[in-house]
């Protein structure tokens, strides 16, 4: 006889084609029919609250006199909570942010009970090779999900064992038809057998037990509450199966029986019977960017310079950090990332952004502050403390600004030797502006502030004081000198008339001739994915644009500022005429910073056309098999064309599966000789095209106005989501993309891309103390030396992926990564290093700091 155990769930997304407010009513709707079902009613045992946590803090706070209530069903088991605090997308938010989601979901489940040990991912759009890895980080070792996989992974089943680096595995529980197949069951017998029929041929055939799940419950659905007269029916349908209401780990508790489950490896993105939507991450790349940027703040200034500050005897703020993660993770979900949504539920998404990135940004410069004002003095002068946030020493270009009313001056490092430096630019500021009590005394002096850059070379994980002292000579202006081009110790490199640069490798003397132009196509898709329109043909920068290119050199770096109007076909109808009365302007800004190896890239595009798609084609000349790109604590390689690409359509694919891939800061192709690399603070969407497959195709963005359509080309039949317009979704407005450029001597073990996008991602930051602030403070009764390291990492083949204090301990952690196929030793100096905790920040009993390819560790950095 099969058991079949029927769940009942809601999937609760916090927004879609309605908005958090409009969900949030639903919500104290749905959870007060919950409650009294649970509390008068014991033959209804459990329900399941969607595996995540902000849900019942959007309850909380507008019926906190609920959460008794609440408690007591979760510590009874029957109302089942977490493990997660926002249902996350796996493909493009950062580990950090997937650890951060875990964390903070627990915790805050453990506040109300025991949380749902299951790694419940019922609709994320594809899954992450790195998720059982990360699962296991916090004892979890039970996953439930729905896309991605097909047979092409080595099984036809639909439970297996799930395995990723360094041994981690998770006992996997498919939902192959979704996690709605039981909503809104009818009692009536009739529609009742047709519509199970079809659910039970597709469950017996993956299934390799006698237990088999229906999911009672839909998106923002209400608690089925005529389930037993259901039950009634389907018991008189199916003689032969027993039905019951239940909860999941019933079922793992059965499967974590068997011996011979299948054991399968890898990313799970085959849209074969499910829609993983591969073109979603370039939809809405104002927000998409946004989120790189912000992660990248979090992970790489703030939380290393909170730890910084902590060690030096500061509070570490717990709570404002925690609050900004939990902000734009709000913004993880599934199709609140992946932008499929209305366009009033993405100015609440932006919104979101907006306020986290001011909350990181004013913390930082918080954090600067106190440890600047904690330096020592030194009569006459105002202070320009510069910060390194990697785990080794580093000599980098800077470019800051310094606001003081000398005239003339002169830095001075911390053993008192003079530092060169240019001053590019000078700006007189209102004293008002910089705290408005100056002028209030009757002080109307203004302060000039100056744009300087200098290079330095800084202790690992710390800051050294300069001194801004007053001088007899007049500092002068150092205008960058107009050249043919521009160049550092490795590379040369100038800009072209067509809008395109062209490069000298100084080390291999290899030059790379028109690259960075861009590729525009139609776009009849929606917001989940690209369609491209029959018989379009990619418009090509290159072969369109004539551009203003102007280069500029200083002492410190050197940079080509490109501009062009580019006419392109205004909308679909234009395109179809094979007319182009439409503009976009464009203007890219390459950087060649002194003491770099990459080359920094600022792409502003103003786009006033609709309907189309714009690439940046960077055309590295390695010939090639499979890109190299990274994932989350990791790298992931992937083969640049797809077999099933020739039989998608007889084998009756739910998606086409086109080879566009996501990636989190940094993509590559590889041989023997060279590495070529795009790094990213923005876009994180890219396909390797070309007829030799030699060109990385990174997505700028797409311009669309639908959220979803039917019978598109590269995905056939019904629309995802519903036909709901979403003009806002054009992006007609300026965007604004960064890039780095990275090419390499030798194969990718050799180059590493990895370091270089976390040595880009972590730039030097400064902090300008000049006596004078708008927000007063008590002088910071911490003294600081005026140089400092909070510790070394030896060897730097290993990518630090954030620093951070320990949530219930007095601990600094540092969580580490090796993105190579090789092994690698972690070797720290300034830290013992003697104990190694887990995701959950609990110790460990080992001894272990060799890591295994795509293996993350974090260890106590106790000094």
């Given at each position: 006889?099969?058991n079949?155990?029927i769940?009942?769930?809601?999937?609760?997304?916090?927004?879609?084609?309605?908005?958090?407010?409009?969900?949030?009513?639903?919500?104290v709707?749905?959870?007060?029919?919950i409650?009294?079902?649970?509390?008068?009613?014991?033959?209804?045992?459990?329900?399941?609250?969607?595996?995540?946590t902000?849900?019942l803090?959007?309850?909380?706070a507008?019926c906190?006199?609920?959460?008794?209530?609440?408690?007591?069903?979760?510590?009874?088991?029957?109302?089942?909570?977490?493990?997660?605090?926002?249902?996350?997308?796996e493909?493009?938010?950062?580990?950090?942010?997937?650890v951060?989601?875990?964390?903070?979901?627990?915790?805050?489940?453990?506040?109300?009970?025991?949380?749902m040990?299951?790694?419940y991912?019922?609709?994320?759009f594809?899954?992450?090779?790195?998720?059982?890895?990360?699962?296991?980080?916090?004892?979890?070792e039970?996953?439930?999900?729905?896309?991605?996989?097909?047979?092409?992974?080595?099984?036809?089943?639909?439970?297996?064992?799930?395995?990723?680096?360094?041994?981690?595995?998770?006992?996997?529980?498919l939902?192959?038809?979704?996690?709605?197949i039981?909503?809104?069951?009818?009692?009536?017998?009739?529609?009742l057998?047709e519509?199970?029929?079809?659910?039970?041929?597709?469950?017996?055939r993956?299934?390799?037990?006698d237990?088999e799940?229906i999911?009672?419950?839909?998106?923002?659905?209400?608690?089925?509450?005529?389930?037993?007269?259901?039950?009634?029916?389907?018991?008189?349908?199916?003689?032969?199966?027993?039905?019951?209401?239940?909860?999941?780990?019933n079922?793992?508790?059965?499967?974590?029986?068997?011996?011979?489950?299948?054991?399968?490896?890898?990313?799970f993105?085959?849209?074969?019977?499910?829609?993983?939507?591969?073109?979603?991450?370039?939809?809405?790349?104002?927000?998409k960017?946004a989120?790189?940027?912000?992660?990248?703040?979090?992970?790489?200034?703030?939380?290393?310079?909170?730890?910084?500050?902590?060690?030096?005897?500061?509070?570490y703020?717990?709570g404002l950090?925690?609050?900004?993660w939990?902000?734009?993770?709000?913004?993880?979900?599934?199709?609140s990332?992946?932008?499929?949504?209305?366009?009033?539920a993405?100015?609440?998404?932006?919104?979101?952004?907006?306020?986290?990135?001011?909350?990181?940004?004013?913390?930082?410069?918080?954090?600067?502050?106190?440890?600047?004002?904690?330096?020592?003095?030194?009569?006459?002068?105002?202070?320009?403390?510069?910060?390194?946030?990697?785990p080794?020493?580093?000599?980098?270009?800077?470019?800051?600004?310094?606001?003081?009313?000398?005239?003339?001056?002169?830095?001075?490092?911390?053993?008192g030797?003079?530092?060169?430096?240019?001053?590019?630019?000078?700006?007189?500021?209102?004293?008002?502006?910089?705290?408005?009590?100056?002028?209030h005394?009757?002080?109307?002096?203004?302060?000039v502030?100056?744009?300087?850059?200098?290079?330095?070379?800084?202790?690992?994980m710390g800051?050294?004081?300069?001194?801004?002292?007053?001088?007899?000579?007049?500092?002068?202006m150092?205008?960058a000198?107009?050249?043919?081009?521009?160049?550092?110790?490795?590379?040369?490199?100038?800009?072209?008339?067509?809008?395109?640069?062209?490069?000298?490798?100084?080390?291999?003397?290899?030059?790379?001739?028109?690259?960075?132009?861009?590729?525009?196509?139609?776009?009849?898709?929606?917001?989940?994915d690209f369609?491209?329109?029959?018989?379009?043909?990619?418009?090509?920068?290159?072969?369109?644009?004539?551009?203003t290119?102007?280069?500029?050199?200083?002492?410190?770096?050197?940079?080509?500022?490109?501009?062009?109007?580019?006419?392109?076909?205004?909308?679909?109808?234009e395109?179809?005429?094979?007319?182009?009365?439409?503009?976009?302007?464009?203007?890219?800004?390459?950087?060649?910073?002194?003491?770099?190896?990459?080359?920094?890239?600022?792409?502003?595009?103003?786009?006033?056309?609709?309907?189309?798609?714009?690439?940046?084609?960077?055309?590295?000349?390695?010939?090639?098999?499979?890109?190299?790109?990274?994932?989350?604590?990791?790298?992931?390689?992937?083969?640049?064309?797809?077999?099933?690409?020739d039989?998608w359509?007889?084998?009756?694919?739910?998606?086409?599966?086109?080879?566009?891939?996501p990636?989190l800061?940094?993509?590559?192709?590889?041989?023997?000789?060279?590495?070529?690399?795009?790094?990213?603070?923005?876009?994180?969407?890219?396909?390797?095209?070309?007829?030799?497959?030699?060109?990385?195709?990174?997505?700028?963005?797409?311009?669309?106005?639908?959220?979803?359509?039917?019978?598109?080309?590269?995905?056939?039949?019904?629309?995802?989501?519903?036909?709901?317009?979403?003009?806002?979704?054009?992006?007609?407005?300026?965007?604004?993309?960064?890039?780095?450029?990275?090419?390499?001597?030798?194969?990718?073990?050799?180059?590493?891309?990895?370091?270089?996008?976390?040595?880009?991602?972590?730039?030097?930051?400064?902090?300008?103390?000049?006596?004078?602030?708008?927000?007063?403070?008590?002088?910071?009764?911490?003294?600081?030396?005026?140089?400092?390291?909070l510790?070394?990492?030896?060897?730097?083949?290993?990518?630090?992926?954030?620093?951070?204090?320990?949530?219930?301990?007095?601990?600094?952690?540092?969580?580490?990564?090796?993105?190579?196929?090789?092994?690698?030793?972690?070797?720290?100096?300034?830290?013992?290093?003697?104990?190694?905790?887990?995701?959950?920040?609990?110790?460990?009993?080992?001894?272990?700091?060799?890591?295994?390819?795509?293996?993350?560790?974090?260890?106590?950095?106790?000094?």
């Amino acid at each position: 006889m099969k058991n079949v155990h029927i769940v009942p769930h809601m999937h609760w997304d916090r927004e879609w084609y309605f908005t958090t407010e409009e969900s949030r009513i639903l919500l104290v709707n749905n959870m007060s029919e919950i409650l009294d079902m649970l509390e008068n009613n014991p033959d209804y045992p459990y329900y399941v609250l969607d595996g995540q946590t902000a849900l019942l803090e959007d309850y909380f706070a507008v019926c906190p006199e609920k959460e008794e209530r609440v408690k007591r069903l979760v510590q009874e088991g029957r109302l089942i909570v977490g493990p997660w605090y926002s249902q996350t997308d796996e493909l493009v938010v950062g580990g950090e942010s997937i650890v951060r989601n875990l964390l903070y979901g627990l915790k805050d489940s453990r506040k109300l009970g025991n949380p749902m040990m299951i790694g419940y991912l019922p609709d994320s759009f594809g899954q992450s090779a790195q998720m059982p890895q990360i699962l296991n980080g916090f004892d979890i070792e039970r996953v439930i999900f729905w896309r991605g996989v097909s047979e092409r992974h080595g099984t036809d089943r639909t439970e297996f064992y799930w395995e990723g680096s360094a041994g981690s595995k998770v006992l996997t529980q498919l939902f192959p038809l979704g996690y709605a197949i039981g909503k809104y069951l009818p009692t009536e017998k009739e529609p009742l057998k047709e519509r199970m029929d079809k659910y039970f041929g597709v469950l017996d055939r993956g299934a390799t037990t006698d237990e088999e799940i229906i999911p009672n419950g839909h998106d923002q659905m209400p608690i089925q509450k005529n389930i037993f007269q259901v039950i009634e029916s389907l018991e008189e349908l199916y003689p032969e199966r027993k039905f019951f209401l239940s909860r999941y780990e019933n079922v793992f508790d059965i499967l974590e029986k068997k011996l011979d489950l299948p054991r399968i490896k890898g990313e799970f993105i085959d849209g074969k019977y499910s829609r993983v939507h591969r073109s979603i991450f370039s939809t809405r790349m104002d927000i998409k960017a946004a989120n790189a940027r912000i992660e990248n703040k979090l992970t790489n200034i703030l939380e290393p310079l909170a730890s910084i500050a902590y060690s030096l005897g500061h509070e570490y703020h717990h709570g404002l950090i925690e609050g900004i993660w939990k902000e734009i993770m709000k913004n993880h979900a599934h199709d609140s990332i992946g932008c499929c949504c209305s366009d009033k539920a993405h100015f609440e998404i932006l919104a979101r952004f907006v306020n986290a990135e001011e909350r990181t940004d004013r913390l930082i410069e918080f954090y600067q502050r106190k440890l600047s004002e904690g330096t020592p003095d030194k009569e006459g002068t105002e202070k320009l403390v510069v910060f390194n946030l990697l785990p080794y020493e580093r000599k980098e270009t800077l470019t800051t600004t310094i606001i003081t009313k000398k005239a003339s001056f002169h830095l001075l490092d911390s053993d008192g030797k003079s530092v060169d430096f240019d001053i590019l630019n000078e700006e007189i500021i209102d004293p008002g502006l910089i705290d408005r009590q100056i002028v209030h005394y009757g002080n109307y002096e203004p302060f000039v502030k100056f744009t300087i850059s200098f290079e330095k070379e800084l202790p690992a994980m710390g800051y050294e004081t300069l001194y801004i002292e007053q001088c007899a000579e007049s500092a002068s202006m150092k205008k960058a000198v107009s050249s043919a081009c521009i160049e550092n110790d490795r590379f040369k490199l100038w800009g072209n008339p067509n809008g395109t640069i062209t490069l000298l490798d100084k080390d291999s003397n290899e030059e790379f001739s028109e690259i960075l132009y861009l590729e525009d196509v139609a776009d009849d898709g929606d917001e989940y994915d690209f369609s491209p329109l029959e018989n379009d043909r990619p418009i090509l920068s290159k072969d369109e644009v004539k551009a203003t290119v102007e280069h500029s050199q200083n002492n410190y770096a050197g940079t080509v500022n490109i501009a062009y109007e580019w006419c392109l076909p205004k909308h679909l109808e234009e395109r179809k005429q094979g007319k182009s009365t439409g503009k976009v302007s464009v203007n890219l800004e390459v950087e060649l910073p002194k003491a770099s190896d990459s080359i920094r890239l600022t792409l502003r595009v103003d786009n006033q056309c609709k309907d189309h798609r714009t690439r940046l084609i960077f055309p590295t000349g390695i010939e090639s098999q499979f890109s190299f790109a990274d994932n989350q604590f990791g790298t992931i390689r992937r083969g640049v064309h797809d077999q099933a690409m020739d039989v998608w359509e007889k084998e009756d694919w739910d998606e086409r599966p086109d080879t566009i891939f996501p990636f989190l800061t940094n993509v590559s192709l590889s041989n023997k000789q060279r590495t070529a690399a795009i790094l990213t603070n923005s876009s994180r969407e890219y396909e390797i095209i070309g007829e030799k497959n030699d060109c990385i195709a990174i997505t700028l963005f797409r311009s669309i106005g639908v959220l979803g359509k039917e019978n598109l080309v590269r995905r056939p039949g019904r629309p995802s989501g519903i036909k709901l317009p979403t003009p806002d979704s054009q992006m007609l407005r300026e965007i604004q993309l960064e890039f780095g450029l990275v090419i390499s001597n030798g194969p990718i073990a050799q180059g590493n891309p990895a370091k270089h996008a976390k040595e880009y991602l972590t730039p030097f930051v400064a902090y300008n103390q000049m006596g004078y602030n708008a927000m007063k403070l008590n002088k910071a009764e911490v003294a600081s030396p005026n140089r400092y390291s909070l510790f070394t990492q030896k060897n730097e083949h290993l990518i630090l992926s954030t620093v951070k204090k320990a949530e219930n301990s007095e601990k600094i952690l540092g969580r580490f990564f090796n993105p190579l196929e090789g092994n690698e030793v972690l070797q720290l100096e300034g830290a013992k290093s003697s104990s190694f905790y887990d995701l959950k920040e609990e110790p460990i009993h080992s001894d272990k700091n060799e890591l295994s390819a795509n293996e993350v560790i974090t260890i106590d950095l106790e000094q």
